[in-house]
């Protein structure tokens, strides 16, 4: 259970307690709508998890089902043999963050280069 308090800086805060994820640890990012591009990779290259970023803001990824790696092993196959019978270049499986434009980074599955 977590204890709610209030700061001078931030309103209504959670407090953790023993066993509870440490919710100030929060406090020394960027808030939502405020993420650069730099902190989003910086963020990146020192996690496993998946995110992405967009308009400032970070969404932390769902962990992929089974059946959705098997849709995108699927997929995989079906663009590499395209790309490869075509001689267009190679496909790279995930993850791997895409720029899309300033500020906005998405994590697909598969990614022609």
Known sequence: MNSVTSSPNSGLRLRSRPGDPAWEIALIYPAQGQWSESEYLSLQRKTNRLMEL??????????????????????????????????????????????LGPGKYRDPCCKTA
């Open 54 to 99: 967009s308009d400032g803001c970070i969404e932390v990824l769902p962990m992929p089902s089974p059946f959705h790696q098997r849709v995108v092993r699927f997929l995989f196959g079906l663009l590499q043999a395209f790309v490869t019978g075509n001689a267009l270049g190679e496909v790279l499986f995930a993850p791997l963050p895409i720029r």
